[in-house]
């Protein structure tokens, strides 16, 4: 017969399939690693087997794999409920989880952090780092409260358009067309093309098809970092967001394609289940934030 189950345990199994290790799921919680390991311990006892191995990292059972979800679930509802019970009592307090790609961590969610921190001071935003694809099955999986999305299938009401960027050649500066008014697509390939696969393939697949030319790929490249370096390093060129700026080295500059791609990146909510009170809190807050200048071009 199985044992009574508590929200405490529950959090525990979460945070430690989390992080992968007991020391860094007690170090997210506040607690310490023996209170970790004990309200993962009394999990296993309720429910009649292991559901964490003791390896480092720390893997899930099969039994792990299976509760998963629903003490995601159950976590953040009862986060949900605190959150709309302090709300309502005029206090906007709590954790919420952000999703988003790696050029809105660039080049967007550090001033939508540093806003949330100055008008929201007691909600803690936890940012989770995916790619296009990732982000609506997260959102929708409850693995995030919320996401910031490029180029939605749809844009609802409660939904709100943050920036919109093109993507632009990046090349080094040293490179002949670095300070042309425009880079031509056609030359991408030329140059050796250092094409991204964990964002914006779409949006570089829509450039070489508006541009009647043929996407050919040097190299495939899932990071941004490592694309920034790979060019650095005269290994090619690329094609990457504008809203990323600021984040170049100052050896790689941003040239203009001579076709334009927009993309619109989105804060929301889920759509299959109920959103986060958290989730209104932020995007209310919104309303005084402006964009940075390298976000704003296209808005």
């Known amino acids: 017969m199985l044992g009574l189950v508590s929200l405490p345990q529950l959090r525990a199994l979460v945070a430690v399939a989390g992080h992968?290790?007991?020391?860094?799921?007690?170090?997210?919680?506040?607690?310490?690693?023996?209170?970790?390991?004990?309200?993962?311990?009394?999990?296993?006892?309720?429910?009649?087997?292991?559901?964490?191995t003791r390896d480092a990292p720390a893997r899930l059972t099969p039994l792990g794999s299976a509760v998963l979800p629903h003490a995601r679930q159950t976590v953040s509802s009862a986060d949900a409920l605190a959150a709309a019970a302090r709300a309502h009592h005029g206090v906007a307090s709590g954790t919420l989880r952000l999703g988003a790609v790696t050029t809105a961590c660039q080049g967007l969610v550090p001033s939508l952090l540093a806003?949330?921190?100055?008008?929201?001071?007691?909600?803690?935003?936890?940012v989770f780092e995916g790619d296009d694809e990732e982000l609506p099955v997260w959102l929708e999986d409850?693995?995030?409260?919320?996401?910031?999305?490029?180029?939605?299938?749809?844009?609802?009401?409660?939904?709100?358009?943050?920036?919109?960027?093109?993507?632009?050649?990046?090349?080094?500066?040293?490179?002949?067309?670095a300070d042309e008014p425009v880079f031509p697509v056609a030359e991408l390939a030329a140059d050796g093309f250092i094409c991204s696969v964990g964002g914006c393939l779409a949006q570089i697949r829509r450039?070489?098809?508006?541009?009647?030319?043929?996407?050919?790929?040097?190299?495939?490249v899932r990071e941004l970092a490592t694309i920034m370096s790979m060019v650095s390093q005269g290994?090619?060129?690329?094609?990457?967001?504008?809203?990323?700026?600021?984040?170049?080295?100052?050896e790689l500059v941003l040239v203009p394609l001579d076709h334009t791609v927009v993309r619109t990146l989105v804060l929301?909510?889920?759509r299959s289940r109920t959103a986060h009170p958290l989730v209104g809190t932020i995007d209310d807050a919104l309303t005084t934030w402006r964009a940075p200048d390298h976000a704003r071009s296209l808005t």
């Open 268 to 270: 929301a909510g889920p």
């Open 142 to 177: 409850d693995l995030v409260d919320a996401a910031i999305l490029v180029d939605p299938e749809s844009i609802r009401e409660q939904d709100r358009v943050l920036a919109r960027d093109s993507l632009a050649a990046l090349v080094r500066t040293d490179h002949p067309l």
């Open 207 to 220: 450039l070489h098809e508006q541009a009647g030319i043929e996407l050919v790929v040097r190299q495939s």
């Open 235 to 250: 290994l090619g060129v690329s094609a990457i967001p504008t809203i990323v700026r600021p984040a170049l080295p100052a």
């Open 20 to 52: 992968g290790s007991f020391s860094r799921a007690a170090t997210a919680l506040g607690i310490s690693q023996s209170a970790v390991s004990h309200a993962v311990s009394t999990l296993e006892r309720a429910l009649g087997d292991r559901v964490v």
């Open 115 to 126: 806003h949330w921190s100055g008008a929201l001071p007691d909600v803690r935003i936890e």
